[in-house]
């Protein structure tokens, strides 16, 4: 009877330390899969704020091509302008030459 007692009690203790095992693995299991996600989430996130910044930049680029051309024109328009005025004074001039003689 002592004999089946202290078997008994082995068993348990081996189903204890089975039981632990079992929980310290499906702990290690849990936090391994955290990590994962954990991981996964902060690539994906890297990866949508790096998509964020290209588009930013693309949009401060446009940005300036744009201004770039509107500065570009303005001048253009100006030089256009100008010369219109020189044109129509060198006409003017020429006409109150005329007018004069």
């Not at 204890?16 to 996600?37: E, G, T």
């Not at 994906?44 to 570009?72: A, F, P, S, V």
Request: charged letters at 50%; a neutral charge.
């Amino acid at each position: 009877m002592h004999e089946s007692h202290g078997k008994l009690l082995d068993e348990r203790e081996k189903e204890k330390a089975n039981a632990v095992k079992a929980k310290i693995m499906n702990d290690k299991n849990s936090r391994d899969m955290q990590l994962r996600d954990e991981k996964r989430r902060r690539k994906m996130e890297e990866k949508e704020n790096m998509q964020q910044e290209h588009e930013y930049i693309q949009r401060l680029r446009q940005e300036m091509d744009n201004e770039r051309q509107m500065q570009l024109e303005k001048r253009k328009q100006e030089r256009e302008y100008l010369q219109k005025m020189l044109h129509e004074n060198e006409k003017n001039k020429a006409r109150q030459k005329e007018e004069e003689e």
